[in-house]
């Protein structure tokens, strides 16, 4: 009889408090600081190493030379991890995670994408990268 009543105090008080559940997609979703997301590309401050290519333990990024001192940055979001290694090994913090995690596509092909700083994701097409078919 005690835990009917500790129970019905329970649902008395969750009617007068805010809901755990989040409404998303209806509701921007609250991510945490320390969320993993998409990568993000500074192609201006990327000094073509490629430090991030090699330790990356999923093969997930590529780095093109695409001009004179010029880089772009080919991520497969199908095989990241988002384990933020590439960022770690990165001398120039040429890379970062972001908190950005609505990466669904209909599509496989749409998860190779160039990945810049001032794309957004709308503007992302997929790519060919001979380098990186796996
Ligand atoms: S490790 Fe950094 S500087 Fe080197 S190629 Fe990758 S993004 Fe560019
Ligand atoms: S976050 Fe991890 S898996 Fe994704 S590209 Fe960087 S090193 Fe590779």
Same mark, same amino acid.
């Given at each position: 009889?005690?835990?009917?009543? &500790?129970? &019905?105090?329970?649902?008395?008080?969750?009617?007068?408090?805010?809901?755990?559940?989040?409404?998303?997609?209806?509701?921007?979703?609250?991510?945490? @600081?320390?969320?993993?997301?998409?990568?993000?590309?500074?192609?201006?401050?990327?000094?073509?190493?490629? &430090?991030?290519? @090699?330790?990356?333990?999923?093969?997930?990024?590529?780095?093109?030379?695409?001009?004179?001192?010029?880089?772009?940055?080919?991520?497969?979001?199908?095989?990241?991890?988002?384990?933020?290694?590439?960022?770690?090994?990165?001398?120039?913090?040429?890379?970062?995670?972001?908190?950005?995690?609505?990466?669904?596509?209909?599509?496989?092909?749409?998860?190779?994408?160039?990945?810049?700083?001032?794309?957004? &994701?709308?503007?992302?097409?997929?790519?060919?990268?001979? @380098?990186?078919?796996?």
């Amino acid at each position: 009889m005690k835990k009917v009543g &500790l129970i &019905l105090s329970e649902a008395f008080n969750m009617l007068f408090s805010k809901p755990v559940t989040e409404q998303y997609p209806f509701e921007k979703a609250h991510i945490e @600081k320390s969320f993993r997301g998409k990568l993000v590309f500074f192609p201006e401050k990327c000094i073509g190493c490629k &430090l991030c290519m @090699k330790d990356c333990p999923a093969n997930a990024i590529c780095i093109n030379k695409i001009g004179e001192k010029k880089f772009e940055a080919i991520l497969s979001m199908d095989h990241c991890v988002y384990c933020a290694q590439c960022v770690d090994s990165c001398p120039k913090k040429a890379l970062e995670i972001s908190p950005n995690f609505e990466l669904a596509a209909i599509d496989r092909k749409y998860l190779k994408v160039s990945i810049d700083e001032k794309k957004v &994701l709308i503007d992302e097409k997929p790519v060919q990268n001979d @380098k990186q078919e796996n």
